[in-house]
Structure formats: structure tokens, C-alpha cells
T-cell receptor, first 111, second 116 residues
Framework: GQQVMQIPQYQHVQEGEDFTTYCNSS?????IQWYKQRPGGHPVFLIQ?????EVKKQKRLTFQFGEAKKNSSLHITATQTTDVGTYFC???????????FGKGTRLSVIA | NAGVMQNPRHLVRRRGQEARLRCSPM?????VYWYRQLPEEGLKFMVY????????ESGMPKERFSAEFPKEGPSILRIQQVVRGDSAAYFC??????????????FGEGSRLTVL
């Protein structure tokens, strides 16, 4: 079936360091979304990217969608302890298919 | 405006029993999605429903699992004759639109099923 691969699986950083997680698909995506799940919590929507080459920023978070619409990244500048959690990308392959989630990147921030 | 409500939050069942998980979508949302999450794993799509209709059940196991979203009341995910491998967190999500215009999914807090 169609899959969305996400790396790395885990990332441990010192507070203040940057963090990046990558998402890849072998097939062109219609759009991609990013979610954050705190430990013991539920996924919370962060952003949706639709256009080829799109870049969106939310404070210290920068989201990119590749030119070929097959990959995406989330970059966090100067991590804080509140950034702890698992970040999931979720791709939609065509308009009517369900969101396919990557396995997530679990971020730990050491104060 | 209440969010997506799921209950029970925690459910313990013995092998062979039935599990019923309920989900009330956000007000004004008629599209409901069920996802399963195993520990340290991502969310795996199970089924997509709109009021009284199953739109996509491609992720649902063919046996023992069923879902409904009646005209009145919550969506229900039913697991018959549970086995240990069914132990997982089951998340429900809702959206006001479907198809290409689905946009953001709003997730409930999940139902954590443990099968003894």
C-alpha cells in the first residue's frame, strides 16, 4: 500500500539546539499535514501544505513541501522543553484517499 | 464548543469479549475517521464514515471489526472476540468536510484498549 516514511524515529537534543524531521513518499502527494502528539496525548494539527515548494513558518517552526511534492520537512529552531512530543507527517495521495501517517519522530529535549 | 469526545478513555477486556468504543464528533462535523495506534507506532487508518454511510473501510480488518455512524448518536467502533493483538489506542477524528477539501482532522483523546 501507499506509505509515508519518516525519519529519524527518535531525536534527543539539548535545549536550544535545532531539530529537523523528514518525511518521504515514493508517490506524489496531493497535500501533506503535520501533527504533534504530546506523551499520553492525542494528535494536534499543526499545518497543511498543498503547493509544490511551499514553505510556511509558525514562530520557531518551519515547514517545507518539496518541489516534486514527494517530501516534506519540519524544522524547529532553538528547541524548548515545551517542544517535547512526537511529530507526525500525514500525506494524502489523492483527493479522496484517507490521510496516511508516518511513524513519527519522537523528540526529547534535555534542559 | 466541545471537541471530539471519545469514551471510554480506558477499557479492559478479556480475550473473547467485545469492545465498543464511542466517538461524538465536533459540533457541525459529519465526517468521522477511526485510527489505531500501537505503542511507538504511527496512526493506522481504519475507517472513514459519514452520517449513516461507510465511505472507506480499507484499513479495517475483515473479521471481528465493524463501525457505524448512525443518523442520531455517536459513531461506534465495535471489536468482537477481542485478542491480545487488539490492545492499542483507538483515536477518532472528525472534520466538517470530506474528500479533497477535508483539511485539518480534529482528534479525540483516544480510547485505550487493553486485552488481558
Amino acid at each position: 500500500g501507499q506509505q509515508v516514511m519518516q525519519i529519524p524515529q527518535y531525536q534527543h537534543v539539548q535545549e536550544g539546539e535545532d531539530f529537523t524531521t523528514y518525511c518521504n513518499s515514493s508517490t506524489t502527494l496531493s497535500n501533506i499535514q503535520w501533527y504533534k502528539q504530546r506523551p499520553g496525548g492525542h494528535p494536534v494539527f499543526l499545518i497543511q501544505l498543498v503547493k509544490s515548494g511551499e514553505v510556511k513558518k509558525q514562530k520557531r517552526l518551519t515547514f517545507q513541501f518539496g518541489e516534486a511534492k514527494k517530501n516534506s520537512s519540519l524544522h524547529i529552531t532553538a528547541t524548548q522543553t515545551t517542544d517535547v512530543g512526537t511529530y507526525f507527517c500525514a500525506g494524502r495521495f489523492t483527493g479522496n484517499t484517507p490521510l496516511v501517517f508516518g511513524k513519527g519522530t519522537r523528540l526529547s529535549v534535555i534542559a | 464548543n466541545a471537541g471530539v469526545m471519545q469514551n471510554p478513555r480506558h477499557l479492559v477486556r478479556r480475550r473473547g469479549q467485545e469492545a465498543r468504543l464511542r466517538c461524538s464528533p465536533m459540533k457541525g462535523h459529519s465526517h468521522v475517521y477511526w485510527y489505531r495506534q500501537l505503542p511507538e507506532e504511527g496512526l493506522k487508518f481504519m475507517v472513514y464514515l459519514q452520517k449513516e454511510n461507510i465511505i472507506d473501510e480499507s484499513g479495517m480488518p475483515k473479521e471481528r471489526f465493524s463501525a457505524e455512524f448512525p443518523k442520531e448518536g455517536p459513531s461506534i467502533l465495535r471489536i468482537q472476540q477481542v485478542v491480545r493483538g487488539d490492545s492499542a489506542a483507538y483515536f477518532c477524528a472528525s472534520s466538517p468536510r470530506g474528500g479533497a477539501n477535508t483539511g485539518e482532522l480534529f482528534f479525540g483523546e483516544g480510547s485505550r484498549l487493553t486485552v488481558l
